[in-house]
């Protein structure tokens, strides 16, 4: 873990130099004062919109385990999005993970799979959108390398995730002899893990839920965009060139999930940065006017997600600490839905 955290600082310290070379930072200051802060209220009320389309989204992804409220789900998704705000390593998989199977008394396993798939749909969202743009904008060769790259990595996975849990009779019964070798009580350990992942792939044998999280995963970017465009009209006043708010949007749009992917500090400072000014500078924007709305949007998502995530680790009376360890389980999991088919037959 040690390690990624350095990591993570190294390559937000070298996108940031790369960012801020060359720019003034006292030119970044006037461009960002001088915005209108006005349009920065749909933006920010945007972003929790957005979140609450995902959680939505979340609850078909996990009824295949369990069907669970959209409180508890709207819950631990702005808790786990806010731990990514401030603790390394992308550890806000983990707590919103912790924090879902805590409440609701499922297997962090099951939990954690859905999460998986979630996080497929969204990759394969923003993909769909980099083709779409690139028919009419002439992305950088890096993005679309990157863009390719991800593509083929998220193909894997999701090829890897049928085999697992349309073969997952076949693939225990290859795999569960090796676990009963270990020593202890790790071989059940294992083998309980990989039947309560098999689990939260449940959504993979319902046609109607993928579609309907397919559409939702449409309808939650296309607010994520809108978003962007509020930002981006705050700062109209300094990018006079700029004659397309929304084609521009959907170029920050991709661009920036793809950076995200990077590793970096926590709020992804550097990355963003870096690609915010390598976007906008194709729409005639200057540099500082550009790193002026990068910081601007990430203040836009920081705020309000670590807010409300705040707030709702108070309301369940949970601590970050314990969360990131994994240490706030529930003393005693419920079967999930399909464990419990299996039992009773």
């Keep these: 873990m040690r390690k990624k955290v350095w990591i993570g600082f190294l390559v937000s310290a070298v996108f940031l130099y790369l960012a801020v070379r060359g720019v003034h930072p006292r030119e970044v200051w006037t461009a960002m004062t001088g915005a209108r ?37 709207f819950s631990a998704t702005m808790i786990g999005f806010m731990a990514n705000n401030v603790l390394p390593a992308r550890a806000g998989e983990v707590v919103r993970a912790v924090a879902l199977g805590r409440r609701e008394r499922i297997s ?38 990157a863009g390719i790259t991800v ?7 999701l090829l890897a995730l049928v085999l697992l849990h ?38 993979l044998r319902r046609g109607r839920h993928i579609a309907i999280v397919a559409l ?18 705050a700062m109209s006043q300094q990018m ?46 200057t540099q500082e006017a550009a790193l002026g709305f990068s910081f601007l949007y990430q203040a836009s998502q920081f705020i309000p997600i670590t807010a409300v995530g705040i707030y709702y680790l108070w309301k369940e ?11 706030a389980e529930a003393p005693a999991e419920r079967p999930s839905a399909r464990t419990g088919e299996r039992e009773q037959g």
């Excluded at 949970?318 to 994994?326: E, F």
């Design 108 to 145: 962090k396993s099951s939990v954690f799979a859905t999460i998986v798939m979630e996080r497929l749909f969204d990759l394969f969202t923003i993909l769909l959108i980099l083709g779409a743009v690139f028919l009419v904008f002439p992305f950088p060769a890096l993005v679309l390398r």
């Design 317 to 327: 009376n949970l601590s970050l600490a314990d969360l990131s360890r994994g240490d």
């Design 151 to 157: 593509l083929i990595i998220s193909v894997g996975i």
């Design 166 to 203: 349309f073969q997952s009779h076949n693939l225990r019964a290859a795999i569960e002899p090796a676990f009963q070798r270990l020593p202890g009580r790790i071989g059940g350990m294992f083998t309980r893990f990989m039947q309560a992942f098999i689990d939260g792939l449940g959504i």
């Design 37 to 73: 802060f006005l349009w920065l209220v749909p933006g920010s009320t945007l972003t929790i919109v957005a979140f609450m389309i995902r959680a939505w989204r979340w609850r078909y992804l996990m009824e295949p385990v369990r069907p669970i409220g959209f409180g508890a789900s």
């Design 240 to 285: 006079p060139y700029l004659e397309n708010t929304l084609k521009a949007a959907l170029a920050l749009l991709v661009a920036v999930s793809l950076a995200i992917m990077v590793p970096s500090t926590p709020g992804y400072i550097g990355p963003v940065q870096y690609v915010c000014k390598e976007i906008l500078a194709l729409f005639q924007v």
């Design 216 to 233: 939702l995963s449409a309808l939650m970017w296309l607010v994520t965009i809108l978003g962007i465009v509020c930002v981006l009209l």
